[in-house]
């Protein structure tokens, strides 16, 4: 690439992303955004209180900031947003020309204009996502410099910190770290110094978040849960939403209760992939894309699966490595196609991308596209019944909240679903309003 090209590629790049999220820019809070930012009394609390009693205190202190600097200015959240991810993008082109990966500008624009990433970029809250992100890719830079010169060591440490104090989805990055050094560092005493002080934070932070009140009564109120179907079906789910995103729902609902055929083909096609591979840059990055969705793929319950078995943010860190793992296959098995095939696979994830921008326009192109994916989802018609009602769209409202409860008289174990009772209990009150305006306008 001439370098007049290679300048204009960046900018270039950058503006199609931004056309692409353009509907999801000017996007108000939607739900959690409601209920863990913009109205949740803890952003009143002191940077103090929050650094001392809260699991994830630096997105969480970001997100008072920018509630205390802007306020309902929430174009300039969306931006942030916007710059984070493209910035992670870069990162990951850096990445890919560090490691010596195949395609590294292909990986940028896949990773950058993936659908996937669209719920981290375009909600709000997901703001701990691009951050956790952020710090856990430059925590890797600073530890690859601290391999060759040891002042490096503690700035790498920090980042890492950082990265699980935006949220914990880096917590299993330090296997990853490990084993990268393990064929760099040939003092093996440093080596597992270094080793453990990643895995103690590790350990720390997960230890807290699985011992937390919030993680341990949604496991124990489904401690019945099947676990190998579960996680047989969200790698399922993870590891081909990578190459062919078609679900981009932000909440994708209950978990199917079928078995499909992909469920019990690719446990055999990864397992074939590992045991034929004769590169192994590509199982490295199979593996490593497959080792950071350890912590969501249902081994314990965790509470986002009472609402959704599955979430695109979690594909957010694994991603690259994914991604990667998909060029080498291709590059491999049909090298001659290899670039043709990229250039399809672009231009799908950008028309994805561009649709499913607008589910964060407003709260109805949200909630309607959640309730395409999963009709059932009670909590999810109970909140968009609330929010009608607040915006005094009440026949709407009422009339959302009766499907479900007829749903659930075919369906009787909705019943006994959360926030059903709650959503019943706004049903009658609809009605009582419906029928107090009538016989006000009689």
Known sequence: ??????????????????????????????????????????????????????????????????????????????????????????????????????????????????????????????????????????SFFTFEKGLQDKKWLLPAFMLFAFSMLSKSASVTIPILFFFYAYKKLHNRKWLYLTALVFLTFSVWEGHKLLSSPVTQNVANAHANFDRVETVAKTTRFYFWQSVLPFNTAPVKGRQ??????LDYVTPIFLLAVMVVSKDP??????????????????????PFMAITWVSDQHLYLALPFLLTAWIYFLNRTAPRYLNATLIIVLALFTLKTAATSFYFSDEDHFYQANLKADPGNVVMVFNYANTLAYHDRTNEAYQI???????AEKEPELKSAAKYQELEDLRIKLIEFRNYKFNQHD
């Open 1 to 138: 690439m001439s370098k007049r090209l290679e300048h204009l590629f960046w900018p270039l790049s950058f503006l199609a992303c931004a056309l692409l999220y353009l509907p999801a820019l000017n996007g108000q809070p939607i739900w959690d955004d409601l209920a863990y930012w913009v109205y949740n009394p803890e952003m009143k609390y002191s940077f103090f209180r929050i650094w001392r009693e809260f699991s994830w205190p630096l997105s969480m202190s970001v997100q008072k900031s920018l509630l205390d600097l802007f306020g309902e200015q929430y174009w300039i959240d969306h931006v942030l947003g916007l710059l984070l991810h493209f910035l992670n993008s870069y990162l990951v082109y850096r990445l890919a020309k560090k490691l010596e990966w195949p395609k590294p500008r292909w990986l940028f624009l896949l990773f950058l204009f993936h659908p996937a990433n669209v719920i981290s970029v375009a909600w709000m809250i997901q703001i701990k996502t691009l951050l956790c992100f952020l710090f856990a890719i430059l």
């Open 256 to 261: 199917p209760i079928t078995f499909e055929t």
């Open 401 to 407: 909240a009766t499907a479900l409860h007829d749903k």
């Open 281 to 302: 840059l590509m199982l490295a990055t199979l593996t490593s894309g497959l080792l950071l969705l350890v912590p969501f793929l249902g081994f314990v319950y965790a």
